[in-house]
């Protein structure tokens, strides 16, 4: 299971994008407050942080046995509060990074054919470089991805 967190003293809203997204995703979400980056890696080998930029959400960092991996530039719409259950999720469209990191289904031969076979309530529908996070078809929020970069290839 993915840990998630926000980067040191946190604003509302960012606080906010992290818990939805967590529910999002089925990931734990944690207040983080004095937690070093030791820290974290002592509670989970991977873990989200979501940093702001003036107030505002604006980078995910995934970081493996303390290592930044992947860091995700976006901008976030207005947030809906939606109930939310603990069903899998769904990536539309082509990702540019593999759903998997997620925890979501894989865009894998295996995946598409799950994927065929059943509805799922959660769905990220990518279309260039807007995510749009769905649950039961309703809007829960976009992510407008500004920049992916990857530190490790594999």
Do not use: C
């Not at 930044?68 to 976030?76: D, H, N, P």
């Amino acid at each position: 299971m993915h840990l998630i967190t926000t980067s040191r003293k946190p604003g509302r809203k960012t606080r906010r994008f992290t818990r939805v997204i967590a529910r999002f995703f089925n990931w734990r979400y944690i207040n983080r407050g004095k937690m070093s980056l030791e820290d974290l890696k002592s509670l989970s080998e991977s873990f989200w942080i979501v940093s702001e930029v003036k107030g505002n959400p604006s980078i995910l960092t995934l970081y493996k046995n303390g290592e930044e991996m992947l860091k995700i530039g976006f901008t976030v719409s207005n947030i809906n509060k939606i109930e939310m259950d603990d069903s899998a999720v769904v990536f539309q469209g082509k990702a540019p990074v593999d759903p998997l990191i997620f925890g979501a289904i894989p865009q894998s031969r295996a995946g598409i054919k799950l994927v065929r076979k059943f509805d799922f309530p959660k769905k990220v529908v990518v279309k260039n470089n807007i995510w749009q996070f769905l649950y039961q078809d309703e809007p829960v929020f976009t992510m407008r991805i500004l920049y992916i970069k990857s530190r490790n290839p594999h």
